[in-house]
């Protein structure tokens, strides 16, 4: 931690000296620096004119940005709201959804943030920039945290567990980026500690619905973003590079170089990224990324399911879950593509994901929400850490796809229809060490072969230049393997919600 003690120090020393008048996005590297006119945010010269206008609350190339999403909405098999998952609500098919709720539903077209970013030029085309910024539930003002959710509901009965799911978001007051680093259009943008993967870049940009709760099963899980494990969406300790070259591509890597003690949920993970904006005609272009990631004794933190029947369904008396974290080697690839024109944006996308044993097995450690974790532990302790799930003990290692496409359509400047499907595959990697590896397509076992589908459709409408109402819906089901312990396979989630982007 004393790295990230470090990283707090720098990033204050650059706030307090920055007079920089361009407030642009730190993280990514324009081809030409555009004038200053173009880039200076309009400073908010009193309360109603922060809130009724598309100002700034901006000072000397300092700028406090947030969002806050609010919402209402209803699931045919939901669970109870939770005010420390970075979810909140049950919008996806979970484990623990069980019956028809009208719910709070916050965070679903975007998760609630509040942050400040800057930069401050040093000289020729360098600059310093910064970002720091932290997701919170808007109806309680706590942290995001994820695997607090978790641990929270450890050994409470699954059938009265609340909406709680992993994250990367762990309760921390820099649980979205914290970094600094220096920008230059013609060099590129170098940036140090936490930051997003690529790959989590990469589903903001390809994602139809930008990675949002409640209506994109890529946005609620994770699992795409981290290369396998939600967690590792966001590294604590990791240095990015990110150069535009040749007008119309770019290139990008991404070195994790802390493990769990510097508050990342691997041991060590790499990126690399080849991508471009290619004119078609007119003002059409297609938008193309391919990035390959590897993540060393990646987390994933779940609670191990109690007793199931035959078709891998909890029985009564649902037994209380253990906080149980999978440790393994994930090595994934993503194929992305976009085509946009005036009105309309089409998305597709494409991630492989194999799982394999950890290269260093891990018998106790602390996870990134300070959830200590043991093998072997007494009974009391009610947690455990699995080794094993991947390729050892008759085992095979786990492949895993994920595809998706969508539409947004602009029906006017300020109104936005917006639709996606979602699609899993897992294929079967269970066996024994007796009779070697069998296939297997019930929900009877984790390991068996499984699908999981999701549909989505809102609606978002832009009434004022700070502000924008939106209603939707997302229907998830899963199938085989990956609704194994699941009380029920499939939900309905309705939404409607109120955001204000400052």
Not at 61 to 85: C, E, K, L, M, N
Not at 310 to 333: E, H, R, V
Not at 405 to 420: E, F, H, P, Q, R
Request: hydrophobic fraction near 40%.
């Amino acid at each position: 931690m004393a790295k990230l003690g470090i990283c707090a120090a720098f990033l204050a020393a650059i706030v307090g000296a920055s007079s920089a008048s361009d407030a642009r996005a730190a993280d990514v590297a324009p081809i030409k620096a555009p004038p200053a006119s173009a880039t200076t945010p309009r400073p908010c010269t009193d309360p109603s004119d922060f809130v009724t206008t598309n100002c700034q609350l901006t000072w000397e190339g300092i700028t406090v940005f947030g969002i806050i999403d609010t919402g209402f909405g209803w699931q045919s098999h939901g669970a109870p709201f939770d005010t420390r998952s970075a979810v909140a609500a049950s919008y996806l098919i979970q484990k623990q959804n069980r019956s028809a709720i009208w719910t709070l539903a916050p965070n679903a077209l975007s998760n609630s943030t509040i942050g400040i970013k800057g930069t401050r030029p040093i000289g020729e085309d360098f600059s310093f920039v910064f970002d720091l910024d932290a997701g919170f539930d808007p109806y309680s003002l706590r942290f995001s945290n994820g695997p607090g959710s978790i641990a929270a509901n450890a050994g409470v009965p699954q059938n009265l567990q609340s909406a709680y799911s992993d994250s990367s978001r762990a309760g921390q007051w820099y649980n979205g980026q914290g970094y600094v680093g220096v920008s230059s259009p013609t060099y590129g943008t170098l940036t140090l500690f936490r930051q997003n993967s690529l790959t989590l870049d990469a589903v903001f940009d390809y994602d139809p619905f930008g990675a949002s709760y409640g209506f994109s099963a890529i946005g609620f899980q994770g699992i795409t973003c981290g290369g396998g494990n939600t967690e590792n969406c966001r590294h604590s300790t990791s240095l990015k590079y990110k150069v535009h070259f040749l007008n119309h591509f770019r290139a990008a890597a991404l070195w994790q170089f802390g493990g769990y003690d510097e508050n990342n949920a691997s041991n060590g993970a790499y990126q690399f990224q080849l991508g471009g904006d290619i004119p078609i005609r007119g003002n059409d272009v297609l938008s193309i990324d391919a990035i390959y990631s590897h993540v060393k004794d990646s987390v994933s933190l779940a609670l191990a399911p109690g007793a199931n029947n035959a078709f891998g369904t909890p029985i009564a008396p649902f037994l209380p879950q253990a906080l149980t974290a999978t440790i393994s080697d994930n090595t994934a690839a993503m194929l992305v593509a976009r085509y946009t024109t005036k009105s309309l944006k089409l998305y597709a996308g494409y991630e492989y994901i194999r799982y394999e044993p950890p290269s260093n097995p891990q018998a106790a450690f602390t996870d990134i929400a300070g959830n200590f974790l043991c093998q072997g532990c007494d009974a009391f302790n009610n947690t455990n850490i699995n080794n094993a799930a991947f390729g050892m003990n008759g085992l095979g290692n786990k492949t895993f796809q994920v595809m998706w496409a969508g539409a947004k359509y602009s029906v006017t400047d300020d109104l936005d229809v917006i639709g996606a499907y979602y699609h899993y595959i897992q294929d079967s990697f269970f066996g024994t060490a007796a009779t070697g590896p069998a296939f297997c397509s019930s929900s009877e076992h984790p390991q068996c072969a499984g699908t999981f589908d999701a549909i989505s459709t809102a609606v978002d409408w832009r009434f004022a230049p700070k502000w924008d109402t939106y209603v939707g819906v997302m229907f998830t089901q899963v199938n085989g393997g990956l609704g194994f312990g699941f009380f029920e396979h499939s939900n309905v989630a309705t939404t409607a919600g109120l955001r204000f982007r400052f």
